[in-house]
């Protein structure tokens, strides 16, 4: 255990894992910012003398992250049934991919909230999409100790619950995760997305509907802001049809690849603005199974140019 600490310079130095945390429990960069900032908010309303107690701030400012965030989960669930069409995760860019004015929320220092992300597994779109389907104290109970190792007593601290019960929340998180498929490789990824790039540029629905998977997924959300599908299109053969529609009605569009959520992907630009971000899944077999694009102006802010 760490000893007494009342320097502020101790408890701020947590903002970049706090950030990380809320990010992964909230799937977006906005409210995880948000929840951070709450939880400083509360730590420095705390009085001197009560703050000198505080052996570990970083424990204190994470159990108090959490709860935000487990609150946020809470009432989501009551927002995102009001949501015009799918809600997806926000993306994130690579480091340095957006300017230091792209991403203001008024708080201090938030220009590179997206370069703060740790860019692993636990961040690409496939692994928050899954996360979305568990209740909020599982989401909770299995990110807090599957991908960042806190032990089942600190984690019952934020759940207000024993343990043992949030060992079992975690096991239940754990089952809708499932299996994890058959790795592919990096270069594998890269290329397939290269090869949808150019089949989409080139406009050949043949070369399209070969990488695709015949029952390849493609969601899109936006938010009600931008025209897209309101449901899930289902089908290689339709996707394409689909995604080839959408480049006819935006001559100038410009297809770039681009790592989102550190995995490869595509952005969609035109004039300038970014309008499109579309994250990949594939199958064992290399081919395209799930595509998630976001087009929902305002979580395309980190990617503003």
């Known amino acids: 255990m760490a000893t007494a ?53 970083g424990a204190w400012l994470t159990t108090v992250t959490g709860r935000v965030c487990l609150d946020v989960l809470g009432s989501a669930r009551a927002r995102r049934e009001r949501y015009v069409g799918a809600w997806l995760p926000e993306p994130l860019p ?46 909770v109970a299995f990110v807090l100790h599957d991908v960042f190792r806190y032990s089942f007593a600190e984690i019952a601290a934020v759940l207000d619950r024993t343990p043992a019960a949030c ?65 899930p299109v289902e089908g290689g053969a339709l996707i394409a049809q689909y995604m080839l529609a959408v480049a006819d009605r935006a001559p100038g569009m410009e297809l770039l690849e681009c790592p989102v959520n550190g995995a490869p992907g595509l952005v969609a630009r035109r004039a300038g603005a970014v309008l499109t971000v579309a994250s990949f899944f594939l199958a064992p077999d290399g081919r395209v199974a799930r595509i998630w694009v976001v087009r929902n102006p305002e979580k395309l802010r980190p990617w503003a140019r």
């Open 5 to 57: 600490a009342a320097d502020t310079d101790g408890a701020a130095g947590e903002r970049r894992q706090l950030l990380n945390v809320a990010y992964r429990l909230l799937g977006s960069l906005t409210e995880a910012e948000d929840a951070v900032q709450e939880a400083y908010t509360r730590w420095y309303a705390l009085p001197a003398g009560r703050r000198q107690e505080v052996l570990a701030p």
């Open 167 to 231: 060992k079992q929340l975690a096991s239940s998180a754990r089952r809708r995760v499932g299996a994890a498929p058959a790795p592919v490789t990096p270069a594998v990824r890269a290329d397939t997305v290269r090869r949808v790039k150019e089949a989409w540029q080139s406009r050949d629905i043949a070369a399209l509907v070969a990488v695709l998977d015949p029952a390849a997924v493609m969601t899109a959300d936006g938010g009600g802001l931008v025209g897209t599908v309101l449901r």
């Open 94 to 139: 690579g480091p340095g991919r957006h300017p230091s004015s792209a991403y203001a929320t008024g708080s201090a220092d938030t220009a590179d909230l997206a370069d703060r992300i740790v860019l692993d597994e636990s961040v690409e779109m496939a692994f928050l999409v899954v996360l979305e389907s568990m209740t909020p104290a599982e989401r």
